[in-house]
């Protein structure tokens, strides 16, 4: 990764005292956290009694190798697959003892995805595209209101918003689909290497982005990478590997990774 999105990740890094003095109360706890997967007659323990706390409207990264069990993690987090054993409470859900009828609700209600790809409808319009989110949680689809429309203005594709995804570069679709994610205002926003199909420049424009929207609007996000340099734009970075977090999970000094 380039030398500026390495410099601007170490200013990032020191601006994030202002998570520090804010809210204390956890919006995410993971405790004593298992996963097994059954692959015909073997299983596999993709995480192995993870336990983490995420505050409220803090910017928390994960790092670690495929298959340090970060993306497992993600997903058990986000409602996506079920838990094996332990518990997992996300914004006051104990998303551990719901089944799937329960992790769709936690989905629509409280938490949204970005991913690496961008999942865009190609045959849909920017704006239309984000207003997918908002049809299937049963929201009005009118028109967005001047609080989202500040966000599209950060994101800067409020003048793009009736270009199909063909017409937009790889930055602009990365950050439709940001917009996508915010529009049903989640408590909880989940990125999954949401800068890994760009390049460098564009890298470090999601990512500041995602730091101002946390700063500005006080959004909880939850970032996978295997970039140690985009980690460090967060406020705090969790390591993983074999399924565990590992002992430099609080680190918050890029220099020394």
Do not use: W
Not at 92 to 110: I, P, Q
Not at 137 to 149: H, I, M, P, Y
Not at 168 to 190: K, Y
Not at 222 to 236: D, K, P
């Amino acid at each position: 990764m380039s030398e500026a999105l390495s410099t601007t990740a170490r200013s990032a890094a020191r601006e994030s005292g202002a998570s520090e003095s804010g809210a204390t109360e956890s919006i995410i706890s993971v405790r004593d956290l298992r996963k097994t997967y059954q692959t015909g007659k073997v299983s596999v323990e993709a995480l192995r009694g993870v336990n983490l706390e995420v505050r409220r409207a803090e910017f928390v990264s994960i790092v670690g190798p495929s298959g340090s069990g970060k993306s497992t993690l993600f997903h058990v987090i986000g409602g996506l697959t079920p838990a094996t054993g332990g518990q997992v409470i996300v914004a006051g859900r104990d998303v551990s003892k719901v089944g799937d009828a329960g992790r769709t609700r936690l989905r629509r209600d409280c938490v949204s995805f970005v991913f690496q790809k961008f999942n865009l409808l190609p045959n849909l319009t920017a704006a239309d595209n984000i207003r997918t989110a908002l049809y299937i949680s049963g929201r009005t689809q009118d028109g967005f209101e001047k609080d989202f429309r500040e966000i599209l203005d950060l994101l800067g594709i409020s003048g793009r918003l009736n270009h199909k995804p063909s017409e937009l570069s790889g930055g602009e679709q990365q950050r439709v689909a940001i917009a996508r994610a915010l529009a049903t205002r989640p408590a909880i926003l989940l990125a999954d290497e949401p800068t890994g199909n760009l390049d460098s420049r564009n890298s470090l424009a999601v990512l500041d982005i995602l730091r101002n929207l946390n700063g500005r609007f006080g959004q909880t996000i939850l970032m996978i990478t295997h970039s140690s340099e985009a980690a460090a734009f967060g406020h705090r970075i969790v390591y993983m590997s074999d399924g565990r977090i590992v002992d430099r999970a609080s680190l918050q000094k890029p220099e020394a990774i």
